[in-house]
């Protein structure tokens, strides 16, 4: 069993969740779409997706990995990855965390408006944020 389940894509996401969960004693498993070596953590790979018809297929790793891993909890620091895992964790009862980049000052990334609905939290790192999505919290 997993605490936490965490999906990036490969790169700054990636690289941010990283730094996030540096110092933890939690059982934690990175998920994401490209095979990295170099990377901190020990993490899984699922096939990379698009915007098309692979779409079915990342539903299906998603769902397998959870499955498997049986999280408490799945966090995403975007992209498109966290779409299946985030529908099919809001599915299975899990609690949803994603927290959008820095770079999002005036609205959400597409990844982060479509699971927004899915969400239990929402971290921006711009307060104006938090005024337009009700459950979006503030942390700098």
């Not at 069993?1 to 894509?9: E, G, H, N, P, Y």
């Not at 099919?88 to 609690?95: E, I, N, Q, S």
């Amino acid at each position: 069993m997993t605490d936490i389940l965490i999906v990036a894509s490969p790169g700054g996401h990636l690289k941010v969740a990283e730094e996030l969960f540096l110092n933890t004693d939690l059982k934690i498993k990175f998920i994401t779409t490209r095979n990295n070596p170099d990377q901190i953590f020990k993490y899984d790979a699922i096939r990379e997706f698009n915007r098309d018809m692979n779409i079915f297929r990342a539903f299906y790793d998603a769902f397998l990995v959870i499955k498997k891993n049986k999280p408490k909890i799945i966090v995403s620091t975007g992209a498109g990855v966290a779409v299946p895992f985030f529908i099919l964790g809001y599915l299975m009862h899990k609690k949803l965390i994603f927290i959008e980049s820095i770079s999002r000052v005036k609205s959400l990334s597409l990844a982060g408006k479509i699971v927004y609905p899915f969400v239990k939290k929402l971290y921006v790192r711009n307060i104006e944020l938090t005024y337009i999505y009700k459950k979006a919290e503030y942390y700098g």
